[in-house]
């Protein structure tokens, strides 16, 4: 009985589908069951709100975009995947020939965490065109492992628009279709800052994303209203400030390559200053769990860092090191450091070899030659004038924290 019961609601179903293609209905997009936005204006992932203008993008370039110098290469020509993990730690159990990646099963994500970054993407959906909507070409670029920047064939093919290439998934449609036809590469050039907390947890500044579809932008400095997910919104929450980059699985044959990062400075980033009539308090309790977070994300340039505060006028940043620091030189800022914990040596002065100019009277380099040396602890208080070229030395198998103060010299 149950089993005919079963054939007789498939017929059903089958009549009811045949009539609706007959009577020209289209297929319904999206849901109308699913919680509203935070502007109240359209539900997530709601298939009526308008598609995107379509905007036909220059052709698909035949190589790879060249990756700048001072870019940490993710995917590149060799077939290497060193650089990523499964979401368990396992090593990563994705594809890889002549410098493309297939997706596999489960997601993989970068062993190193970001924070505010400069990343390019390049991916490609299936020449042979298989499903439809969310079914067709379906993958997902998660910044921080938690804000996802969808990855869909949208050429000539409806979805829900929050749920379309290059749609901040469940959140903000693109502004524009930029989608090139099946098969062909296409490129994401996204700028992202992190979202910024107070001390006590709460959120300051949601996490804001810049993304140029095939060259063309479809999202402009849209803020989050949290981490993403299907038919919901999550909550911020103090760990989604750092994370690594994550690319999905979602059943859906999708081809990546040519994956590169820059790391951004808080002035490079999105950020928006706050008031400096803001009465801000970090507590000793305060600085121990930022300084133990941090040495939880320690990058491939043995560092981690947050901005505390950004006023426009004056930075609070925090940075954790356990290996020496590239030199560096400041022509109109005055460092203020406070030693939090562990030790290192302080070189003040001398020529910086290996010089290259990073911004406005900003620059780095590979080492100081001469110089004068000194020791720094915990507790420490160090003044360093503009235009001195500074480096911190950290010992093998030690770290230094410290609380930095950027002023304008003038």
């Known amino acids: 009985m149950r089993i005919q019961q079963r054939q007789a609601g498939h017929s059903l179903v089958i009549i009811f589908a045949c009539a609706a293609v007959i009577g020209g209905q289209q297929p319904k997009i999206g849901y109308d069951d699913t919680p509203l936005q ?146 062909q590469w296409q490129t994401y050039d996204i700028a992202f800052t992190a979202p910024r907390f107070k001390a006590d947890g709460t959120l300051n500044q949601p996490a804001i994303v810049t993304v140029a579809h095939n060259g063309i932008v479809v999202q402009n400095a849209s803020r989050f209203w949290g981490p993403t997910a299907h038919k919901k919104i999550e909550p911020y929450t103090p760990d989604t400030a750092r994370g690594p980059i994550a690319l999905q699985d979602h059943g859906n044959p999708v081809r990546y390559r040519n994956v590169w990062i820059r790391t951004l400075s808080s002035r490079d980033a999105q950020t928006s200053p706050a008031s400096t009539s803001t009465f801000a308090l970090w507590k000793a309790g305060d600085l121990d769990t930022h300084d133990r977070e941090l040495s939880k994300h320690v990058g491939e340039d043995h560092s981690s860092r947050e901005t505390l505060a950004d006023y426009k006028s004056h930075r609070f940043r925090m940075l954790y090191r356990d290996a020496d620091g590239n030199p560096e030189q400041h022509d109109t800022i005055i460092d203020i450091v406070y030693v939090k914990s562990g030790e290192g040596t302080l070189v003040l002065g001398g020529t910086m070899a290996g010089r290259r100019t990073t911004g406005p009277g900003e620059s780095v380099g590979t080492r100081l030659d001469g110089g004068e040396r000194h020791a720094l602890g915990a507790g420490d208080i160090v003044h360093i004038p503009a235009g001195i070229p500074h480096a911190f030395l950290v010992p093998q198998g030690k770290h230094i924290t410290y609380v930095l103060l950027k002023i304008p010299a003038s």
């Open 38 to 183: 935070p502007d109240g204006r359209w539900r997530i992932h709601d298939g009526t709100r308008p598609q995107p203008t379509v905007v036909t993008p220059a052709p698909a370039p035949l190589n790879p975009v060249p990756p700048p110098a001072d870019a940490t290469v993710l995917i590149g020509a060799r077939d290497d995947l060193g650089a990523w993990q499964m979401m368990d730690g396992s090593p990563a159990a994705w594809t890889m020939a002549n410098g493309v990646v297939a997706t596999g099963k489960g997601m993989i994500r970068t062993r190193a965490e970001f924070a505010d970054f400069q990343l390019h993407v390049e991916f490609a959906t299936p020449s042979e065109v298989k499903g439809d909507g969310q079914e067709r070409g379906n993958s997902g670029v998660y910044l921080l492992g938690k804000f996802e920047v969808q990855v869909l064939d949208s050429y000539r093919n409806p979805t829900y628009p929050d749920g379309q290439a290059a749609a901040l998934y469940g959140q903000f449609p693109p502004l524009v279709n930029a989608s090139r036809p099946p098969g």
